[in-house]
């Protein structure tokens, strides 16, 4: 990976490391020399002079390499987490269902994907470029000690092993807590964002939330601290004890080094030479463990990103052609649940939606309407029986080309951190920028006109969340109403697709945008195979056909005036709601909402 993101600059922080991995060895063995030859006396300063200058020239590189390092480091970086990112967020598009989405335990991994993948790579290949030059300099300073003192060496070397494992274990520990904690974390940052969202803001505040949310917050902090304090506690327990050791060992070493050197066995320079092979040894020795146990948590964590990566599509489908639609869409006999865990929500659904037609699907709340509606777009499959494009299981069709049939506007629809423009023209990406094509669709979904007198029109920011009023871009909030009318010119700029689906398309209008709507979208579904679903009966009654879903069966279905007849569950509800609309004083009025 970091060799696709920026070879030149991997090659030049090897080259740089090698370099200056010699360098501490080099300062060392020239001080020695000149010490030795200070020591002979003030006839021996000449000779100074040459190991002095070759001081000094190393002194230099010492100095410039930690910045070119650096630099050359942080431009490697940059370019492996940008590679990396790409290629994380392309596996994550390749998921074209949404179980994975709801899944905690991917979202999790996730998670840590998006934090190890960025910077893993570039943070593993410093640490391997530290190890290759800490093992450069602690050879240099070995070989160096052997020649004074092997048996010191030889202990040097044994004590850094325990340290070693000890720390590679607690690097797996860390590793291992992180994804532990990964649930803790999650709903730490979900108590959080309640607590600075303008959406939640109104509740929080009415219903005096705040503290107890609060709370939880930091309970779940404190919960992900105690564990990481633990942790901690063990890395303090190694580093103190191998500081003490370290420290002892050279104390010892140092003793030796000077008796030695009063008895005339070792120069000044050899003493010298010996007090900083030890130290350059134990330095190298505690950067390279240190460094390895880095890598060794961050490769760790690095395994989901990984994961998420290597993540198979979850949806495959191998037709690529989809002709467009001439008889109909046919469930038959689906079964569906959204997972093993949970109860079945569609229980044998039989059902047609011919070409050119429009079905309502009306019923109580929970009884799987929206759920039918994200098997058509298959967001999943279902887990006995098939939804057929005519007569092609949709098994077989590559989601992407499938939905490029559709267009729709769902129960939960978004709204865009964009312009209002932007928000109809996403719709469909090839006439984002049609401003022709982007204003009837807002004519036909009724946004037009509240659009149009926006500050800037449709270069108008729109926004749910927040907007900087210092930025030249001012943002406005729209209603509820006014973005569920963007929503649907969305759905509008591609209804030329070969389905239509509204869920709930006009729960947030006023009654008499409500019955514009519905109006509007009666001429555009007209001869358009479409599937509508409302609660609000008076919006459904003329469709082609309505079928009323109760606890995942279809309970029964017919036209309007078929099911008024038979007075089943359509015929209740439908009596309920016009109730809800007469007045108890004046005769009983035939249709409930406004008229379809
Ligand atoms: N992503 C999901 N994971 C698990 N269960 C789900 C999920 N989405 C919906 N359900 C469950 O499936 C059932 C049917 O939900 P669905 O949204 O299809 O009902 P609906 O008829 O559209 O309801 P409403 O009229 O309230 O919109 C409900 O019991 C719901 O809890």
């Given at each position: 990976m970091a060799w696709r993101a920026g070879a030149v600059w991997a090659v030049s922080i090897a080259a740089v490391t090698?370099?200056?991995?010699?360098?501490?060895?080099?300062?060392?063995?020239?001080?020695?020399?000149?010490?030795?030859?200070?020591?002979?006396?003030?006839?021996?300063l000449?000779?100074?002079?040459?190991?002095?200058?070759?001081?000094?020239?190393?002194?230099?590189?010492?100095?410039?390499?930690?910045?070119?390092?650096?630099?050359?480091?942080?431009?490697?970086?940059?370019?492996?987490?940008?590679?990396?990112?790409?290629?994380?967020?392309?596996?994550?598009?390749?998921?074209?269902?949404?179980?994975?989405?709801?899944?905690?335990?991917?979202?999790?991994?996730?998670?840590?994907?998006?934090?190890?993948?960025?910077?893993?790579?570039?943070?593993?290949?410093?640490?391997?470029?530290?190890?290759?030059?800490g093992l450069i300099t602690l050879a240099g300073f070995l070989v160096s000690l052997l020649t004074i003192s092997p048996p010191m060496a030889v202990v040097l070397l044994l004590g850094a092993v325990p340290v070693l494992g000890a720390e590679l274990v607690l690097a797996r520990r860390r590793a291992a807590s992180d994804w532990r904690l990964g649930p803790v974390?999650?709903?730490?940052f979900l108590y959080a964002t309640l607590l600075s969202s303008a959406n939640a803001a109104k509740e929080i505040r009415l219903f005096g939330l705040a503290a107890f949310l609060h709370d939880r917050m930091l309970r779940e902090r404190s919960v992900a601290e105690r564990e990481r304090r633990g942790l901690d506690r063990s890395e303090l327990r190694i580093q103190l004890a191998l500081g003490l050791t370290a420290a002892l060992v050279a104390g010892g070493g140092l003793v030796w080094a000077i008796t030695q050197a009063g008895r005339g066995a070792l120069s000044v320079g050899d003493v010298s030479m010996f007090v900083a092979s030890v130290a350059g040894v134990q330095a190298g020795l505690s950067g390279i463990i240190t460094e390895i146990a880095v890598a060794a948590r961050r490769l760790l964590l690095f395994q989901h990103y990984l994961a998420v990566v290597g993540t198979e599509p979850d949806l495959r489908g191998t037709r690529r052609e989809l002709p467009p639609l001439t008889g109909g869409i046919e469930f038959r006999d689906v079964w569906f649940r959204y997972g093993p865990e949970h109860p079945w929500v569609l229980r044998g659904v039989s059902l047609v939606v011919p070409y050119g037609r429009g079905v309502g699907l009306v019923g109580g709340n929970g009884s799987g309407k929206s759920t039918?509606?994200?098997l058509l777009c298959r967001f999943y499959d279902p887990e006995k029986g098939a939804v057929l494009w005519d007569g092609v299981d949709l098994r077989?069709?590559?989601?992407?080309?499938?939905?490029?049939?559709?267009?729709?506007?769902?129960?939960?629809?978004?709204?865009?951190?964009?312009?209002?423009?932007?928000?109809?023209?996403?719709?469909?990406?090839?006439?984002?920028?049609?401003?022709?094509a982007v204003r009837e669709a807002a004519r036909r979904a009724g946004a037009e006109e509240f659009v149009a007198a926006l500050p800037r029109g449709y270069d108008?920011?729109?926004?749910?969340?927040?907007?900087?009023?210092?930025?030249?871009?001012?943002?406005?909030?729209?209603?509820?109403?006014?973005?569920?009318?963007?929503?649907?010119?969305?759905?509008?700029?591609?209804?030329?697709?070969?389905?239509?689906?509204?869920d709930e398309p006009s729960s947030g209008l006023d009654a008499e945008a409500e019955h514009e709507l519905?109006?509007?979208?009666?001429?555009?579904?007209?001869?358009?195979?479409?599937?509508?679903?409302?609660?609000?009966?008076?919006?459904?009654?003329?469709?082609?056909?309505?079928?009323?879903?109760?606890?995942?069966?279809?309970?029964?279905?017919?036209?309007?005036?078929?099911?008024?007849?038979?007075g089943g569950v359509y015929a209740r509800m439908f009596t309920i709601q016009a109730s809800g609309y007469r007045e108890p004083d004046r005769p009983a009025m035939t249709e409930p909402g406004p008229p379809g």
């Open positions: 090698a370099v200056s991995s010699g360098v501490p060895v080099a300062v060392a063995w020239l001080t020695k020399l000149v010490l030795d030859r200070l020591a002979g006396g003030p006839g021996a000449p000779d100074v002079l040459g190991p002095a200058l070759a001081l000094m020239a190393l002194g230099l590189v010492a100095g410039v390499q930690p910045s070119v390092r650096r630099f050359a480091g942080n431009e490697l970086d940059r370019r492996i987490s940008l590679l990396a990112q790409d290629r994380l967020y392309t596996a994550v598009s390749r998921l074209s269902g949404l179980a994975r989405f709801e899944d905690p335990a991917f979202i999790d991994r996730l998670r840590l994907a998006t934090q190890a993948g960025g910077s893993t790579p570039g943070q593993v290949l410093n640490a391997v470029f530290a190890v290759a030059g974390e999650r709903r730490e039918l509606v994200k077989e069709i590559d989601p992407a080309v499938l939905r490029a049939r559709i267009s729709g506007v769902f129960q939960d629809y978004m709204q865009y951190d964009m312009t209002a423009g932007e928000n109809i023209g996403l719709g469909d990406l090839d006439r984002f920028t049609d401003r022709a108008t920011l729109i926004t749910r969340v927040f907007f900087d009023s210092s930025d030249d871009e001012e943002g406005v909030f729209l209603s509820g109403g006014q973005g569920q009318r963007v929503a649907v010119a969305r759905a509008m700029l591609r209804g030329d697709r070969d389905v239509l689906i509204l519905h109006t509007r979208l009666k001429e555009h579904r007209r001869g358009r195979t479409s599937l509508l679903i409302s609660h609000r009966l008076g919006a459904v009654r003329d469709a082609d056909v309505l079928v009323v879903l109760e606890n995942g069966v279809v309970a029964e279905q017919g036209t309007h005036d078929e099911l008024m007849a038979a």
